[in-house]
């Protein structure tokens, strides 16, 4: 089947960086548009940013300019690095794909397990 794995969450102070990457792995035939979702403490699922197959980006007004997306088509993996964090970055961060899968007829949407970033003093 297809997996998606994320790593690179964790704890950084107000101002810091942080690099979020998500692997897609299985029986895979292509990958779409693929992107990250942030879910803040008692919030809904809200798009972050995502990035086609072509490199077109796009972007939640809150993170333009301190966030960007980009991926690696060779590792089936997008990344989202994360500049300038604030507080109200904190969240459970998850990846999402469009992916063509052998054995199925059409494109559909696989997600990671979720990260969690935390931008505290």
């Known amino acids: 089947q297809v997996q998606l794995v994320e790593s690179g969450g964790g704890l950084v102070q107000p101002g810091g960086s942080l690099r979020l990457a998500c692997a897609a792995s299985?029986?895979?035939?292509?990958?779409?548009?693929m992107g990250w979702y942030q879910q803040g403490p008692g919030k809904q699922r809200e798009l972050v940013a995502s990035?086609?197959?072509?490199?077109?980006?796009n972007y939640a007004d809150s993170v333009k300019g301190r966030f960007t997306i980009s991926r690696n088509n060779a590792k089936n993996t997008v990344y989202l690095q994360m500049n300038s964090l604030k507080p109200e970055d904190t969240a459970v961060y998850y990846c999402?794909?469009?992916?063509?899968?052998?054995?199925?007829?059409?494109?559909?949407?696989?997600w990671g397990q979720g990260t969690q970033v935390t931008v505290s003093s």
């Open positions: 999402y794909a469009f992916i063509h899968r052998v054995g199925s007829s059409g494109r559909y949407d696989y």
């Open positions: 299985g029986t895979i035939v292509a990958i779409y548009s």
């Open positions: 990035i086609t197959s072509g490199g077109a980006t």
